[in-house]
């Protein structure tokens, strides 16, 4: 799924910008854990397939939150904004599964099959990204790219409705 998305995502988030896509791609990543779970309560091998390439489509999307930091900061501090996200992605990949047994627990409490916690847990966190990104990645990192690279100067943390008052300013979106 992963690959398969590359360059949609890509050409999706030319259209509508960083955070619409990144949000779009872990909506697909809640979709597909949901599916994995249910796949998996329902006994299912082919639904928990359909789940798992779902969830690879958001994980691609995901990815591409590097581009987003390397989209909002001056040139010469792009290379540390995408080290932190690689960073920060290295510290859920080792943190990530200390979840796994009490997702497990949880979910045999509840009468569940057990591996379905995960999927569960996996599915709130990526909701949870859905609302922060979509919330406070401000301003939009295309726009901010688009703007500079015609020659309007956007400082990091600057609100873009400042620079879009300007009716000097023509951007196309």
Same mark, same amino acid.
């Given at each position: 799924?992963?690959?398969?998305?590359?360059?949609?995502?890509?050409?999706?988030?030319?259209?509508v910008g960083r955070r619409l896509g990144i949000s779009?791609?872990?909506?697909?990543?809640?979709?597909?854990?949901?599916?994995?779970?249910?796949?998996?309560?329902?006994?299912?091998?082919?639904?928990?397939?359909?789940?798992?390439?779902?969830?690879?489509?958001?994980?691609?999307?995901?990815?591409?939150?590097?581009?987003?930091?390397?989209?909002?900061?001056?040139?010469?501090?792009?290379?540390?904004?995408?080290?932190?996200?690689?960073?920060?992605?290295?510290?859920?990949?080792?943190?990530?599964?200390?979840?796994?047994?009490?997702?497990?627990?949880?979910?045999?409490?509840?009468?569940? %099959?057990? +591996?379905?916690?995960?999927?569960?847990? !996996?599915?709130? &966190?990526?909701?949870?990204? #859905?609302? @922060?990104?979509? %919330?406070? +990645?401000?301003?939009?990192?295309?726009? !901010?790219?688009? &703007?500079?690279?015609?020659? #309007?100067? @956007?400082?990091?943390?600057?609100?873009?409705?400042?620079?879009f008052a300007d009716p000097t300013v023509k951007l196309?979106?």
């Amino acid at each position: 799924g992963r690959a398969l998305v590359a360059y949609p995502i890509g050409w999706f988030m030319g259209k509508v910008g960083r955070r619409l896509g990144i949000s779009f791609g872990f909506s697909l990543s809640v979709a597909g854990t949901l599916l994995c779970a249910y796949a998996l309560l329902a006994g299912s091998f082919a639904l928990f397939c359909l789940g798992a390439l779902i969830n690879g489509f958001g994980r691609g999307a995901g990815e591409q939150a590097r581009y987003a930091a390397a989209d909002i900061v001056p040139p010469d501090r792009e290379a540390r904004a995408i080290g932190t996200i690689v960073f920060a992605a290295t510290i859920g990949a080792i943190l990530g599964p200390l979840l796994l047994a009490p997702s497990i627990s949880a979910a045999e409490t509840r009468g569940m %099959v057990p +591996l379905s916690g995960p999927y569960l847990i !996996t599915a709130a &966190l990526c909701f949870v990204a #859905v609302v @922060v990104i979509f %919330v406070f +990645l401000r301003p939009e990192p295309m726009r !901010t790219v688009r &703007l500079e690279h015609e020659g #309007v100067a @956007v400082a990091p943390g600057r609100p873009m409705r400042t620079v879009f008052a300007d009716p000097t300013v023509k951007l196309a979106v």
